[in-house]
T-cell receptor
Framework: DTEVTQTPKHLVMGMTNKKSLKCEQHMGHRAMYWYKQKAKKPPELMFVYSYEKLSINESVPSRFSPECPNSSLLNLHLHALQPEDSALYLC??????????????FGPGTRLTVL | QKEVEQNSGPLSVPEGAIASLNCTYSDRVSQSFFWYRQYSGKSPELIMSIYSNGDKEDGRFTAQLNKASQYVSLLIRDSQPSDSATYLCMGTSYGKLTFGQGTILTVHP
C-alpha cells in the first residue's frame, strides 16, 4: 500500500467550532508532516513528527494542535480558526525521520473553509 | 536569497515539444532534489528524485542536477496536454524540505 489517506476531503467550520483533520499511512514511514497550501502558492510546512514525536513546529499558531497517536496516524486539531486559515491542508509521510534525502508522499488533502 | 528558486513562468509549449523547467538553489540547500507535479485542486505528486550530479531519466522525464552551477532542471519530452500542471521543485535545507514557488506549465494542442 503506497497511499496516504486524509479525511475529510472538505470541511466547512465556523470560527467557534472545534474540528479535527485525520491522516493515515500504511507504508511503514516514520516521519509525517502537515502542510498548509494557499491558492497559487507552494505548500508551507507546519509540523513534522519523527518516530511519533514532534520534531518541527514552524511557529504555527496554537489554534492548530497536532497529534500523532501512533506511527500510522496523524491528526490536526482545529479550534477558534480565522477565515484566513482557509486553505488546502496536506499530510505527507516519508521514510527518513530527519526529513532529509528521502521522498515525501502526499495525501489528497482536506479543503478547509472557515466562515 | 530564497533557498530554492524556480523560474516562475508561466511556461507554454505546443504539444509534442520539450518543456524545460529550472530551479536554482543556495549553498545552504543540500543536494537532494525532488520534482512534484500538482494539478489544480489536487495534491503534489512525486514524479522525479535526483541525488547525484548528472542526468536521470524516467520515461518522458529527465531530471538534471548540476552541483557546480547549483541548478536542477526537469525536461519533459513529447509534452502532452495532460502534462499541464504546476511543477514544484523541492530541496532539503538543514533537514527540512523547501519548495520553490512553482512553475505553471501549459501544453497547448
Amino acid at each position: 500500500d503506497t497511499e496516504v489517506t486524509q479525511t475529510p476531503k472538505h470541511l466547512v467550520m465556523g470560527m467557534t467550532n472545534k474540528k479535527s483533520l485525520k491522516c493515515e499511512q500504511h507504508m511503514g514511514h516514520r516521519a509525517m508532516y502537515w502542510y498548509k497550501q494557499k491558492a497559487k502558492k507552494p505548500p508551507e510546512l507546519m509540523f513534522v513528527y519523527s518516530y511519533e514525536k514532534l520534531s518541527i513546529n514552524e511557529s504555527v499558531p496554537s489554534r492548530f494542535s497536532p497529534e500523532c497517536p501512533n506511527s500510522s496516524l496523524l491528526n490536526l486539531h482545529l479550534h477558534a480558526l480565522q477565515p484566513e486559515d482557509s486553505a488546502l491542508y496536506l499530510c505527507a509521510s516519508s521514510q527518513d525521520p530527519s526529513g532529509g534525502a528521502v521522498e515525501q508522499f502526499f495525501g489528497p488533502g482536506t479543503r478547509l473553509t472557515v466562515l | 536569497q530564497k533557498e530554492v528558486e524556480q523560474n516562475s513562468g508561466p511556461l507554454s509549449v505546443p504539444e509534442g515539444a520539450i518543456a524545460s523547467l529550472n530551479c536554482t538553489y543556495s549553498d545552504r540547500v543540500s543536494q537532494s532534489f525532488f520534482w512534484y507535479r500538482q494539478y489544480s485542486g489536487k495534491s503534489p505528486e512525486l514524479i522525479m528524485s535526483i541525488y547525484s550530479n548528472g542526468d536521470k531519466e524516467d520515461g518522458r522525464f529527465t531530471a538534471q542536477l548540476n552541483k557546480a552551477s547549483q541548478y536542477v532542471s526537469l525536461l519533459i519530452r513529447d509534452s502532452q496536454p495532460s502534462d499541464s500542471a504546476t511543477y514544484l521543485c523541492m530541496g532539503t535545507s538543514y533537514g527540512k524540505l523547501t519548495f520553490g514557488q512553482g512553475t505553471i506549465l501549459t501544453v497547448h494542442p
